[in-house]
């Protein structure tokens, strides 16, 4: 079965706090992304990776950054937390061509203080 | 800047009957995917049924279908003989387009199925 893994399930910070969110696919996949979901606004692409050390921006990279060092990990890192982060976050793999969906992982609640 | 809409934020429906959540898309690229989750409360997103730009037929699959209309840009997903397990939000997304290989999504909608 395929699987994309986020490290944890829920997490509390406190403002100004660096944070790294981790997340792992087993499934060779290409492409990760990292989105925010808030009620209302659906989910939001903060950031997207094509390849090992490639990113683009997404809609709402302000504030956040991103590193792939490897082909199966994709981690977002909040430089600087603040109370406006406090979200979802999705990570998501996937094949190249645009036709394939995207594997989800089960999410990481941030809260931050 | 491709968009997707979903207008409507909450629904209900009758168990067994069948639903359609709406959802339209703007872009000028041709070239396109178009894709539905659902999200129940546990909060796992789960794939539902996928529509290209190019595909002649609607898709379907089992008890959803895709109700695709290129030139009204709307791509709205059916659901017959709704179950009580189908409460949960539903959002509709698109890839490629202007936006390229990022999946960009609707706002989503809530849907309840009352027995």
């Known amino acids: 079965d395929v699987k994309v893994t986020q490290s944890s399930r829920y997490l509390v910070k406190r403002t100004g706090e660096k944070v790294f969110l981790e997340c792992v696919q087993d499934m060779d996949h290409e492409n990760m992304f990292w989105y925010r979901q808030d009620p209302g606004l659906g989910l939001r692409l903060i950031y997207f990776?094509?390849?090992?050390?490639?990113?683009e921006k997404g809609d709402i990279p302000e504030g956040y950054s991103v590193s792939r060092e490897k082909k199966e990990r994709f981690s977002l890192i909040l430089e600087s937390a603040s109370t406006n982060q406090t979200s979802m976050y999705l990570c998501?793999?996937?094949?190249?061509?645009?036709?394939?969906?995207?594997?989800f992982g089960s999410g990481t609640q941030l809260s931050v203080l | 800047a491709q968009k997707i809409t979903q207008t409507q934020p909450g629904m209900f429906v009758q168990e067994k009957e069948a639903v359609t959540l709406d959802c339209t898309y703007d872009?000028?690229?041709?070239?396109?995917?178009l894709f539905w989750y659902k999200q129940p409360s546990s909060g796992e997103m789960i794939f539902l049924i996928y529509?290209?730009?190019?595909?002649?037929q609607n898709a379907t699959e089992g008890r959803y279908s895709l109700n695709f209309q290129k030139a009204r840009k709307s791509a709205n997903l059916v659901i017959s003989a709704s179950q009580l397990g189908d409460s949960a939000m539903y959002f509709c997304a698109m890839r490629g387009g202007d936006a390229g290989n990022m999946l960009t999504f609707g706002g989503g909608t809530r849907l309840m199925v009352k027995p």
């Open positions: 872009t000028s690229d041709p070239s396109y995917g």
């Open positions: 529509q290209g730009s190019y595909d002649q």
């Open positions: 998501a793999s996937s094949l190249g061509p645009l036709r394939e969906k995207l594997f």
């Open positions: 990776s094509y390849d090992v050390k490639m990113k």
